[in-house]
């Protein structure tokens, strides 16, 4: 009999090596640098009158809108005005109140033994009054 070999062990072992690289320097062509450099500059104007463009766009449609908005309003006030300058017209009619007077406050037009002459004493002074509308803007 044939004695058995024994195979042969091998180990393995993992070692940890710490590689410092900090001081390492990578060397840049000048060229290179200067081309790359052009051209995120380029980039960057390009990109500046795009978003340029884009927020005058989007700001005139904004304005579009208020400019519609703006319009209904005026047109809503235009029409409020019409009614109420009817509304003062209605008001301010003589006959209207005439109406109110004579119905609501049983008031008559005076007949000519109700009315008096008033005569001031000797030298009192009557002061003159008269109405003054006040401005109005138009």
């Not at 795009?50 to 766009?57: A, R, S, T």
């Not at 109420?84 to 209605?90: D, M, R, V, Y």
């Not at 109700?114 to 001031?120: P, Q, S, T």
């Amino acid at each position: 009999m044939v004695p058995k070999r024994k195979k042969a062990v091998t180990a393995e072992f993992h070692t940890v090596k710490r590689i410092d690289n900090s001081r390492l320097v990578r060397n840049v062509e000048p060229a290179k640098m200067r081309n790359l450099c052009r051209s995120v500059a380029l980039g960057g104007a390009v990109a500046a009158f795009f978003m340029l463009y884009v927020f005058q766009h989007f700001r005139c449609i904004d304005l579009s809108f208020q400019l519609e908005d703006l319009k209904g309003q005026q047109m809503k006030a235009a029409a409020l005005n019409s009614e109420l300058k009817l509304e003062i017209a209605g008001l301010r009619d003589p006959m209207r109140i005439d109406v109110i007077a004579r119905r609501r406050l049983g008031l008559t037009e005076p007949l000519p033994t109700h009315v008096e002459e008033y005569e001031g004493p000797d030298g009192a002074e009557v002061a003159a009054a008269r109405y003054v509308r006040p401005n109005r803007a138009p």
